[in-house]
C-alpha cells in the first residue's frame, strides 16, 4: 500500500515537472521572439543611416547648379543655326524633384538658302522657372529626366531688309538623360517650343538639342 501512495506521489510529481518545463517553454518563447526583432531593429539602424548620409547629391533642399550649352540647325527654306548659354539654379525637394530658376541667351544667323546675301542675325534672351523631375533616384549612375519652363523672353532681329524687337513667354518641354560622377552630371537631351504669345520660331531653333552639365550639393 505504501508503495503503490509512493508510486502514485512520484507520477505527480513527474507530471509538475513536465508541466513546469513547458510552463518554461511556453514563456521563454515571447522572450526569444522579442529579443530576435529588438537585434534585427538595432542592426538595420546603421545601414538606413548610412543610405540617408549616402544622398549627398539629393538632400532635401540641397542646391541644383547647371547650365545647358544648346545648339539648333535652321530648316526647310532656311540654313544656318544658332548657340546657346542657359546656366540655372535651383532647389531639391522629395528627392526627384528640383524647383529652381533658368535664364537663357542664345545668338542665331538665318539666311534663306536660295539667297545667302539675305542674312538675319538674331540675339535671343529669356528667363522663367523650371520644374524637374528625375525618373530614377539622384544617386544612381545613369538617369532621365524630364522639365518644363515657363519663360518671358525678347528676340531681337537685325538684317538688311527688316529690324525689330519682340518679347514674348512661352512653354518649353524637356527630355533627356545623365551620367552622374560623383556630384556632377553630364547632360543631353531635347526641347520643345510651343509657339504661342508671339513666340518667334527662331526661339524654337535655339531650344532643341542640348548637352550640359549639373552639380548638385
Not at 34 to 48: E, N, R, S, T, Y
Not at 125 to 134: A, D, H, K, V
Amino acid at each position: 500500500m505504501k508503495q503503490i501512495k509512493e508510486l502514485k506521489g512520484f507520477k505527480q510529481s513527474n507530471i509538475a515537472m513536465k508541466l513546469g518545463i513547458k510552463q518554461q517553454a511556453y514563456n521563454f518563447k515571447p522572450m526569444k521572439t522579442l529579443i530576435i526583432v529588438i537585434l534585427m531593429f538595432l542592426c538595420k539602424v546603421p545601414i538606413g543611416h548610412a543610405q540617408t548620409e549616402n544622398r549627398d547629391t539629393s538632400s532635401r533642399f540641397g542646391l541644383h547648379l547647371g547650365s545647358n550649352f544648346g545648339f539648333g540647325f535652321a530648316g526647310g527654306t532656311y540654313g544656318g543655326g544658332g548657340i546657346k548659354l542657359s546656366p540655372r539654379i535651383g532647389v531639391h525637394f522629395k528627392n526627384k524633384f528640383v524647383l529652381g530658376i533658368e535664364y537663357n541667351t542664345d545668338y542665331q544667323i538665318i539666311y534663306l538658302k536660295d539667297s545667302i546675301a539675305q542674312t538675319s542675325i538674331s540675339l535671343s534672351r529669356w528667363i522663367g522657372p523650371f520644374l524637374r523631375y528625375n525618373f530614377f533616384l539622384p544617386q544612381k549612375e545613369w538617369n532621365m529626366f524630364g522639365t518644363i519652363n515657363y519663360v518671358f523672353g525678347s528676340d531681337f532681329v537685325y538684317s538688311t531688309d527688316v529690324k525689330y524687337r519682340k518679347t514674348y513667354n512661352t512653354l518649353f518641354l524637356g527630355l533627356g538623360c545623365s551620367y552622374r560622377v560623383k556630384k556632377t552630371a553630364f547632360e543631353a537631351g531635347y526641347r520643345y517650343t510651343f509657339l504661342f504669345n508671339n513666340t518667334p520660331v527662331e526661339t524654337r531653333w535655339a531650344n532643341t538639342i542640348f548637352i550640359g552639365l549639373t552639380r548638385n550639393f
